[in-house]
């Protein structure tokens, strides 16, 4: 257990009945060690309703599926490069057309590694895999060494309960945190987000907007992102 995490849980202990004392003590912890730095990014896996649950609760795991391959090479195997198990993500800004609509968002300051397997029309990256789990916001913890969580926008732009309570009793203020969650989502999946925020009946009615508006050099392909 890091020494600082130790203190932490001693003084509240000690002091558990001083509840200025504690929101105090919480309030310099998060100001000396930020859950959030400002530098983390957005990426995107998507999956099936019925898998929504447990990622919520457990995060997401490391698995393997093979997809098409690049543009072209989808009717040959041979040509398609093995890759290690991982949780499979595209990359923020870029778009891959799948067969899930679920939408679950990853936020790390660590870059994932590349799929070579899915390359835009001019050669870039537009996918990656991070390698280890990838554990739930609603287990967010002071002075948690992963810095890599997953969560999922929920209708009206809200957060899960379990994410809602974690992030409280943590210290933070929900709605600063929230709001700065779904602007980092709306700024690298608009279309995503878009359809996430939307009422479920209202969304199974919405057509999804049009993909021809992002940039022409994203890649529209259909694989399959899930990986559990």
């Known amino acids: 257990m890091p020494l600082d995490n130790f203190r932490m849980k001693y003084y509240s202990a000690l002091f558990a009945s001083d509840e200025n004392y504690l929101r105090a003590l919480r309030q310099k912890a998060l100001s000396e060690n930020p859950v959030f730095t400002g530098k983390e990014y957005i990426y995107l896996h998507t999956t099936k309703e019925a898998y929504l649950p447990s990622i919520k609760n457990l995060g997401l795991i490391p698995g393997f599926r093979e997809g098409m391959g690049e ?8 040509r398609r490069k093995k890759l290690d198990d991982g949780v499979y993500v595209v990359l923020p800004g870029q778009h ?71 992030i409280l009793e943590l210290g933070l203020d929900y709605d600063e945190t929230k709001k700065m969650l779904c602007a980092k989502v709306a700024e690298a999946f608009p279309t995503q987000y878009h359809c996430d925020i939307l009422a479920k009946k209202e969304r199974e009615l919405t057509p999804p907007p049009a993909f021809t508006q992002h940039s022409p050099s994203n890649s529209e392909m259909m694989f399959d992102m899930d990986d559990l």
């Open 96 to 166: 891959i057309l799948d067969a899930y609509e679920y939408n679950v968002y990853i936020i790390t300051a660590t870059e994932p590694h590349p799929d070579v397997n899915y390359k835009g029309l001019n050669r870039e990256f537009i996918s990656g895999y991070f390698s280890s789990p990838i554990k739930p916001l609603s287990s967010i913890r002071l002075y948690d060494r992963a810095k890599t969580y997953c969560f999922t926008i929920e209708e009206g732009g809200e957060l899960d309960h379990l994410t809602r309570r974690a």
């Open 71 to 78: 543009v072209g090479e989808a009717s040959d195997p041979n």
